[in-house]
């Protein structure tokens, strides 16, 4: 039978899931990216097509990157080289005019950022299984949003604990020593 979520935990799987969501298109556009750079060499390919859908390949790819670096924050897993990858490729004829070291060297820098998706993806949908069970997940923090949503960082709790330990040990020096302080202040400055 399966658990019955609070308000608050659907709102967490929800929102878990619109992240897996952005991360799919994310991948498919990859995906797409891989296609039209296999594609454009092959006989009969509509090279100006071809060229024209890359290059809306490649600027939805830049958006949805920059959209999921700041929406999934610390879930965001996503190779540092990806964008590189998109950006040096100014087109398909550019890529196909390189030597085919280069072309080899690109294609494994492609799938190596393709790999680095798909781990932030099963990142993220382990974290919404988990969530669907009841288990305690946070979403990953971006710099505006306050760490632990809002509650206390364990080192804020120990800083706390250090704290009131200190207003007690004080509170009891001044209770059992408080009059021979108060006459030696007196005296001091009196």
């Keep these: 039978m399966a658990r019955k979520l609070s308000k608050k935990q659907q709102q967490l799987v929800d929102k878990i899931e619109q992240n897996c969501q952005m991360v799919r298109e994310f991948m498919n556009d990859w995906l797409m990216f891989n296609q039209l750079l296999t594609a454009y060499v092959k006989p009969n390919a509509n090279k100006a097509e071809l060229e024209n859908h890359f290059l809306k390949v490649k600027s939805k790819l830049a958006r949805q990157h920059r959209v999921l670096k700041d929406h999934l924050g610390s879930d965001f897993q996503i190779d540092g ?10 087109s398909l004829e550019a890529i196909h005019a390189q030597s085919e070291v280069s072309v080899k060297k690109l294609q494994n820098e492609w ?7 798909n781990e932030t993806l099963g990142g993220l949908e382990d974290k919404k299984a988990r969530a669907m069970r009841g288990e305690k997940v946070s979403l990953g923090l971006t710099a505006d949003q306050p ?9 804020m709790k120990k800083g706390l604990v250090v704290a009131l330990v200190l207003a007690v040990v004080v ?3 001044l209770a059992l020593f408080g009059d021979a302080y108060i006459r030696a202040f007196q005296d001091f400055f009196g």
């Design 81 to 90: 080289n990806t964008m590189n990858i998109v950006s040096g490729a100014t």
């Design 111 to 117: 799938h190596r950022a393709f790999i680095s998706i």
């Design 147 to 155: 760490i632990g949503g809002g509650g206390m960082s364990p080192g």
């Design 171 to 173: 509170a009891v020096v």
